[in-house]
């Protein structure tokens, strides 16, 4: 299980590959953020969600809260 070292937004942070084949992204004191199915996926998640939304700059489209419709139509 080797680890990748990457920066986003002045958050450092690694990803592992578990013995599953899963990647996680963890901050630098531990705590784990994100579990993809790829690595390309971890990275992407972890930057243009997680991160964003950690120091409260997500602008990106998200589900209404506590709405048990569906639009469009079935």
Known sequence: MTSDKYSHMGIDYTIEESRF???ISSKTDGTEMVTSGTL???????NDVHIP???GCFEGYTSEPRSGTVGGKL
């Open 21 to 23: 084949g899963l990647f």
């Open 40 to 46: 390309d996926d971890c990275i992407r998640a972890t």
């Open 53 to 55: 939304v950690l120091l």
